[in-house]
């Protein structure tokens, strides 16, 4: 909705940022305008929300009081015992997402989101997952929420390309969401390296026993940095499985890895593999 001529008003009253821009050093009396300005949107609400929102403006494009004021209700409704106000506020910032409004401003929306978001937004937060500009915030501040995130990730996996999949298989890895488990077997076969690796971490930090095969084929077939990472997974892997109480199957890994990695620079690994091997046995 238009920001009110009262809005616009209220928000001039936020002093001016300093000359880079940001708003740290402040004196007590620029905090206390600043606290009495965020005091009068939180009782406009939604309205004041949305009002904010009309004044946001591309970066460099305008004053970013605006932004500031946004940002620092977000902080504020965030605050313990104030999650009728929170919701409020996430579900006002989420209504806006799907709108024509410039991707940067959409991106701070997002950004507020992972300050403040709540389950009330994850399927708007899931929608835009789907547009390749808003999926690697989107994806961050899903993996803030965390409650209802995974869902909306798995959903949005098989319709994603690029780096928005990767930024997807990352925060699912993230967020340990077992039903990414054979998601992230088959991405260990993709053409990209970094997905692959992803996929790879995403085994380890499920501590999927059932990857454990697929994960040290991928290992022993690359080479360089990947290869590195992927026998770092390997080895996460069978210390999470150890940990766990599945001893014979990380047992397996370790011997494995201590069996194939005979290059001299891999002698850290064939160490703490017999370490590990030692412990399982």
């Known amino acids: 909705m238009p ?8 928000v001039n009253e936020i002093p001016e940022p300093a000359k880079n821009g940001t708003y740290v050093d402040m004196d007590s009396g620029k905090i206390e305008r600043i606290d009495k300005v965020v005091l009068e949107l939180r009782k406009g609400g939604r309205d004041s929300v949305l009002g904010l929102i009309d004044l946001l403006v591309e970066p460099g494009k305008g004053d970013d009081k605006a932004h500031f004021a946004l940002h620092l209700l977000a902080v504020r409704v965030s605050a313990p ?11 006002a910032v989420a209504s806006q997402l799907a709108g024509d409004r410039p991707t940067a401003v959409r991106k701070y929306l997002i950004d507020q989101l992972q300050v403040a978001g709540g389950k009330e937004v994850v399927g708007a937060l899931g929608k835009a997952l789907l547009d390749p500009e808003l999926c690697d915030p989107a ?3 899903l993996a803030a929420i965390r409650d209802g995130a995974a869902e909306q990730l798995l959903a949005a996996l098989p319709k994603v390309k690029g780096r928005s999949r990767l930024s997807v298989l990352k925060k699912l890895a993230v967020l340990r969401a077992n039903g990414a488990a054979e998601a992230f077997k088959k991405a260990l076969a993709d053409d990209d390296p970094d997905v692959r690796i992803a996929a790879a971490w995403g085994i380890a930090r499920l501590a999927d026993a059932s990857g454990a ?11 360089g940095w990947e290869r590195i990472n992927q026998t770092d997974a390997c080895m996460a892997l069978a210390e999470a499985l150890l940990a766990a ?31 590990g091997l030692t412990a399982a046995t």
Do not use: W
Not at 81 to 91: H, K, M, P, V, W
Not at 213 to 223: C, E, M, T, V, Y
């Open 3 to 10: 920001a009110s001529e009262k809005l616009k008003a209220l």
């Open 81 to 91: 015992g104030s999650d009728e106000a929170r919701a409020e506020f996430a579900r």
């Open 139 to 141: 994806a961050r501040a």
């Open 213 to 223: 095969a697929a994960l040290l084929k991928a290992a022993d077939a690359h080479k």
């Open 245 to 275: 109480g599945k001893k014979a199957e990380a047992a397996g890994i370790f011997a494995h890895l201590k069996k194939t990695r005979t290059d001299a620079a891999d002698s850290h690994v064939r160490q703490a593999a017999a370490r």
